[in-house]
């Protein structure tokens, strides 16, 4: 398995791989293995590509088979989610200290391709994605809906990320998530 950074040229594949799993376009027998609520255009990804640095791949076979969306605050705040998200970082405390957008990132979505989910893929393209966002920010922050428990449960059991706390959003319950991204989940 090959984990990078996304170049412009991988984009056009990366939303192929996204339009399969988003939860306006995937399967409906797809969705309980999870799914990817927020669409993205190709403006957004080349913005995530250039300014933030923030979309890693991996490749098997010379085929995307996953992705991870890593970037600061300032960059997520057009959606009101976010926003949303950004309002309350100061009420949350981890590592002792007050969540911030100049300390915390916003990790994900993250999309694995069903056919080599259970691989270590997760939990590689993580690894490889935590420990470049680590050089800007000690603390990442995520999102999962309740409606998705496979979800959760990779991102609890598999990536052992704590959950903060649970919030509502537009009529959607979601838990909060943390991770400290000097901690390598993998030993090298």
Not at 73 to 88: A, L, N, R, T, V
Not at 140 to 158: D, G, W
Request: charged share 25%; with cysteine; hydrophobic share 40%.
């Amino acid at each position: 398995m090959i984990y990078r950074l996304a170049k412009l040229d991988d984009i056009e594949k990366i939303l192929k791989l996204h339009f399969r799993y988003q939860v306006d376009s995937i399967k409906e027998e797809d969705k309980a293995d999870g799914f990817v609520t927020t669409a993205f255009t190709t403006k957004q990804l080349t913005s995530l590509i250039n300014e933030e640095q923030g979309l890693f791949i991996a490749i098997k076979e010379e085929k995307i088979v996953a992705y991870v969306m890593s970037a600061s605050w300032q960059f997520w705040s057009i959606w009101p989610m976010f926003e949303h998200m950004i309002k309350d970082l100061h009420n949350l405390t981890y590592l002792g200290k007050t969540i911030s957008v100049e300390n915390s990132y916003q990790y994900g979505p993250v999309c694995v391709d069903k056919n080599v989910r259970g691989t270590g893929v997760l939990e590689g393209i993580f690894d490889f994605a935590r420990e470049k966002m680590s050089k800007r920010f000690p603390i990442l922050v995520t999102f999962v809906n309740k409606i998705n428990p496979r979800s959760y449960q990779a991102h609890k059991r598999k990536l052992k990320l704590e959950v903060i706390q649970e919030f509502e959003y537009n009529n959607n319950q979601y838990y909060e998530m943390v991770y400290d991204t000097s901690k390598a989940l993998k030993s090298k």
